[in-house]
DNA sequence: GCAATTCAATCAATCGTTTGATTAAATCAC
DNA sequence: GTGATTTAATCAAACGATTGATTGAATTGC
């Protein structure tokens, strides 16, 4: 049985949020260990004891956020489709769940800009949390995408549809600073956010309907 | 008359170059002073003296992306298109010419990852590009997507879907690790670029259709 | 009492910037 | 035209400040 594993408490639970934080919002080279350990209520040796040095504290990092996407995904894990159309209502579903985590302020806020940075680095974390996340997710979608309309489910052209897909919500986190000076949003909010998944929805239909093979 | 801004040259432009490239590709509190100075092959003095500093260098470089890509821009402006049909035409043609930009390696590898590290900052350099490059560009996209479907051109509907039009396309390029990996793509080339472009002009054409008034 | 943590203090290394000297080209006075 | 002077540009060297890491003592929880 796979155990869940198990959420940081007490300091080091502490530095891995200020580090989330900071890391994301500044970057890894701008954050000081002095300023993480400040926001974190603790000393700066407490890094080094715990992760054992500023990089470790990026790992760390890494995986919490592993788990707590994972915890999220984990949630709506639902079993497979029987029907083309209940698997179009399950992938309109993660469609709109995900918009909701990723556009709407809230918990996703320091997870997101840490994984952004992660990614245009390109580094060691981003393995990890590829493998882990990302590619199980990406899997996922496409085993949807086969199902709702008998696409072959690992196909360049399935794999990269979903790209697409995903690419249009991501988009609208990602490119938030751009995106909220054109549409006059002081900060997008509830009702921004079910403007986009209802928007994105319109697509997600469009799209699968072209490539249902009647 | 609008005097296009000349290009820098000599040891400024050899700074500028290092600083895109370096800057983007490590950010720009990871890149020393003295990384970009040997990287152009000049001294560390020359930054302060051509820019007065880190910070000057970072806004040239931000004037150099606005430069570059307005030089690009401008050469595909066209004039306003008479009919619906030359009006989708010319949106398949603008979201090809991105993806082939954006996703085929070559002059834009230093300016898009130094662009969206500035994206992710907020900060003040994000405010001229964005007036200077991203609103003109979006709202010319849009003023297409009308003259295409015969929506209105700046509806809050008509400028999200021109968002999740661009998305699609920047998430390519975002995400480039993310893809490579998925798809087993060593590095995308000019054959991976068209597989892209073709999936996204097909998706456009069926949100295109959908939204037209008829 | 003892092991686990946290602390203030300190370390060498590196940071961005400044300095004064040096060079070659441009400008000036005559 | 020509020698004197100024300007633009680059350089090696050094500046104070800050970086991540380390140390040994103090503190905590049991």
Redesign the pocket.
């Known amino acids: 049985m796979e155990q869940p594993p198990k959420a940081p408490e007490?300091?080091a639970a502490d530095l891995i949020r200020a580090g989330l934080h900071l890391f994301g919002q500044k970057g890894f080279a701008a954050?000081?260990?002095?300023?993480i350990a400040a926001s974190a209520g603790?000393?700066?040796?407490?890094?080094?004891?715990?992760f054992g040095?500023?990089?470790g504290l990026r790992q760390a990092c890494g995986a919490e956020v592993v788990r707590q996407i994972g915890a999220v995904l984990g949630a709506i894990d639902a079993p497979a489709a029987k029907s083309a159309d209940a698997a179009a209502a399950q992938l309109e579903l993660m469609l709109r769940t995900m918009v909701r985590f990723l556009v709407t302020p809230g918990d996703a806020d320091s997870l997101i800009p840490f994984m952004l940075r992660e990614v245009t680095e390109d580094g060691p974390i981003l393995d990890a949390v590829y493998s882990a996340m990302f590619e199980p997710m990406h899997r996922r979608f496409c085993a949807l995408w086969s199902a709702a309309t008998g696409q072959e489910a690992d196909s360049a052209r399935t794999r990269l549809t979903v790209f697409s897909l995903i690419g249009q919500v991501l988009y609208f986190r990602i490119g938030r600073p751009i995106v909220s000076r054109r549409m006059n949003w002081s900060s997008p909010g509830r009702a921004e956010a079910d403007e986009v998944a209802e928007l994105l929805v319109a697509n997600l239909r469009s799209i699968l309907e072209r490539e249902r093979l009647t």
């Open positions: 007490g300091t954050t000081s260990t002095r300023e603790t000393n700066v040796a407490s890094i080094a004891y715990h040095g500023k990089d």
